[in-house]
């Protein structure tokens, strides 16, 4: 059974940095990192497979976020730079089978998600 540990998430000042965390437990062909704003629907930031260790970027992490992993720790990241105050959301690892990897439809395990929260 796959299962999804996040952590990392927090305050920050726009253009600061945050690293956020996901722990795997069991095996996913793709791992993904998403955020949601309340009323609005879940947004792809960066995904990868695993096995090619090539990432995936959506238009609002393009040249701020990088996503990596440590496969030794089963640990995948997302490190976000310059943040914005748009960036706010609530952050979601995810695993998943398909190859669209920025659509949260090809994606069945979540983690609980961690809060960002950029303000002045």
């Known amino acids: 059974q796959v299962r999804l540990a996040e952590s990392g998430g927090g305050s920050v000042q726009p253009g600061g940095s945050l690293r956020l965390s996901c722990t795997l437990s069991?095996?996913?062909?793709?791992l993904g990192w998403f955020r949601q704003v309340a009323g609005k629907e879940r947004e792809g930031v960066a995904a990868?497979?695993?096995?090619?260790?090539?990432?995936f970027y959506g238009d609002v992490a393009r040249g701020r976020f990088t996503i990596t992993q440590d496969s030794a720790k089963k640990t995948f990241y997302l490190q976000m730079n310059r943040l914005k105050p748009e960036d706010t959301a609530m952050y979601f690892c995810?695993?998943?089978?398909?190859?669209?990897?920025?659509?949260?439809?090809?994606?069945?395990?979540w983690g609980q998600g961690t809060q960002v929260t950029v303000s002045s």
């Open positions: 995810a695993a998943g089978r398909g190859e669209r990897l920025l659509d949260p439809d090809e994606y069945d395990v």
């Open positions: 069991g095996y996913a062909y793709s």
């Open positions: 990868m497979h695993p096995s090619s260790d090539s990432p």
